[in-house]
């Protein structure tokens, strides 16, 4: 048995990744509509609607204020919601992993795979949408363009996140805990719509300490506002080690649930 | 000559349950080896095992002479494998279904092409080349499956129930496309509840039940060493029993009817309607169905 815990990825999980490549160009017109329409909904409706009455943040419009936080939301949507919902029904129902592990594959190629997806996932919506920021003249150039390489790293995070939660859930139901649980309180309390620093002190410090969006809105912010925020470092280091430990994990939980 | 695949007391346990109890078998360069039994008995359990995708408990498992546990790659690159469910990719039309496959054994793009086109030939899929999964019946899935399994040109074929769901011509199809590999000098190893189609390919076969081999050999030799060359069938009556207690006769009660396993059909029916007014009597070459209800009784299994 001891043979089965040593991790076992080599390149062949770039073959998985070219799967779902190949796969999402094939209805690509789908998938890349919603990366235009969000951003320009939620910058009018709440950068220039709300944005009237509340003006400035720390100096800055309102508009350009959320943009940043639009961007690091679109990361951790485009890879959780992918290595969650659609990777579930790739290894439930469509058996697509069980046919992977009977080539020369192994499940930590395909699940290594999938997270790589998830995370390119994020870079292909993020890309689009700082396309059209960069139209309404929201973010600072050239700095923002280091948020693409970015978002490869925040969906990474998000995806081997995502990827735990997929290994151990009993059902597609049950997915929906994680996401209102979980997604939904951090869209909202991490920074994006409204500074931290506005929050009791005790949830300031859970939000740095432990969310993972908080993070991501951290860099996103510092870059297209050209300010390099203070927690800079302290937030690219914590997502670089936490998407380790959460990558580890969840080759192990896909292990555990699907070798037997 | 090494065996291509060689087991020895090869066990599986899911918790506490045993689907496969200390089995012992090898399987040989070039032959059609059969896996049958009941539903349960740890065919599909044994045939994951051999493709490394299911880690054995306990015993010993090589193909190709390599270790599972340690060589799965290099053991999977040499293996097509038929699922007994379908896992074909619905995002994919059948063309795409195998040239997606072919990359995750590296095979070049433009070959992955050729062979992907060969192979919907040779399962009589051309005319379904560019249609996605969905809109296949359960037979042109199991020949695409067929043909999935061969793009990497396998040198063994792992295939668990392969007509499953088939009509008789999509059956023999199938037929006729393993023996031309087999032909070829592929080994073949294969499970199936046709015993027909386990008599008429295989080689060698084994009968499982319960985790456990019962017997192996060819399916001549399992006929004529479990139920003798022919059959005669009697209606069931205390003065049929009677008389072929008489005789000495080998027979079975199922229900109301007697079978009599014998060499000599002619002569014991004779006997029969001299003494002792059968009724019908109906004489047919005993079959392996007759060997494998013998050994695994005629109780429904769960
Ligand atoms: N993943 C699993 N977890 C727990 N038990 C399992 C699992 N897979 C199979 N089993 C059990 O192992 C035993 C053998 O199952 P297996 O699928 O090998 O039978 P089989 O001979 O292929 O049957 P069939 O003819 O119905 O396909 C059965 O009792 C089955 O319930
Ligand atoms: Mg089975």
């Known amino acids: 048995m001891d043979s089965y815990l040593i991790p076992r990825i080599s390149g062949l999980a770039l073959k998985v990744w070219r799967r779902n490549w190949d796969v999402f160009f094939k209805t690509y017109q789908v998938n890349f509509l919603p990366p235009f329409i969000e951003p320009v909904l939620y910058l009018l409706a709440i950068g220039f609607g709300l944005g009237m009455f509340v003006g400035e943040i720390d100096g800055v419009p309102y508009v350009n204020y959320i943009a940043p936080a639009l961007l690091a939301i679109s990361m951790m949507n485009a890879a959780f919601f992918e290595c969650t919902y659609s990777s579930y029904v790739r290894m439930y129902y469509q058996k697509t992993f069980e046919a992977m592990i009977a080539t020369p594959l192994s499940l930590d190629d395909v699940v290594t795979g999938e997270l790589l997806w998830g995370a390119t996932r994020s870079l292909i919506y993020s890309s689009v949408m700082l396309l059209v920021l960069t139209v309404f003249g929201v973010v600072d150039l050239p700095l923002s363009l280091l948020i693409i390489p970015f978002s490869f790293l925040g969906g990474l995070l998000f995806a081997c996140i995502a990827m735990c939660f997929t290994a151990i859930t009993p059902g597609i139901d049950a997915l929906n805990y994680p996401s209102f649980l979980f997604i939904t309180p951090m869209f909202l309390f991490s920074g994006t719509f409204f500074p931290l620093t506005v929050l009791p002190p005790t949830v300031q410090v859970l939000a740095v300490v432990f969310l993972p969006l908080t993070q991501l809105v951290i860099i996103t912010r510092s870059l297209t506002l050209s300010s390099i925020s203070p927690l800079f470092l302290y937030s690219l280091i914590w997502i670089i080690l936490v998407t380790v430990l959460f990558f580890v994990i969840s080759l192990r939980l896909m292990r555990r649930r699907l070798i037997v | ?302």
Request: glycine letters at 6%; proline letters at 5%; one cysteine or more.
């Open chain 2, 1 to 302: 000559m090494k065996p291509v695949i060689n087991a020895e007391n090869l066990t599986k346990r899911y918790g506490s349950l045993v689907a496969v109890d200390t089995i012992n078998f090898s399987v040989n360069q070039g032959e059609m080896f059969g896996f049958l039994g009941p539903n349960g008995a740890g065919k599909t359990t044994t045939m994951k095992m051999i493709q490394c995708i299911s880690p054995k408990t306990s015993g010993h498992l090589t193909v190709f002479d390599r270790d599972v546990d340690t060589h799965p790659r290099e053991i999977k690159r040499m293996l097509g494998v038929l699922p007994q469910e379908s896992n074909l990719d619905p995002d994919f039309t059948c063309f795409e279904n195998l040239t997606n496959y072919a990359r995750y054994f590296e095979i070049p793009k433009s070959e992955a092409g050729d062979r992907a086109d060969r192979l919907l030939s040779f399962v009589q899929l051309e005319e379904k080349r560019d249609v996605p999964i969905e809109k296949l019946s359960g037979g042109m899935k199991r020949r695409l499956l067929l043909a999935r399994a061969l793009i990497n040109d396998p040198q063994l074929l792992i295939l668990d129930e392969p007509t499953i769901g088939l009509d008789p011509q999509g059956r023999h199809l199938i037929w006729e496309k393993l023996k031309a590999l087999r032909a070829a000098g592929n080994t073949i190893v294969l499970t199936t509840h046709y015993l027909e189609e386990a008599e008429r390919l295989c080689d060698r076969l084994v009968i499982m039940d319960d985790g456990k081999i019962l017997v192996e050999g060819s399916p001549q030799d399992l006929i004529s060493k479990y139920v003798g060359s022919d059959i005669l069938e009697v209606e069931h009556t205390p003065s049929v029993t009677a008389c072929l207690d008489a005789m000495n006769a080998r027979y079975e009660i199922f229900g109301d009817i007697v079978q009599v396993h014998t060499a000599h059909p002619r002569e014991v029916a004779k006997d029969l309607f001299e003494h002792c007014n059968p009724g019908r009597v109906f004489a047919r070459p005993a079959s392996l169905e007759d060997v494998f209800l013998k050994l695994t009784g005629r109780v429904l299994r769960d």
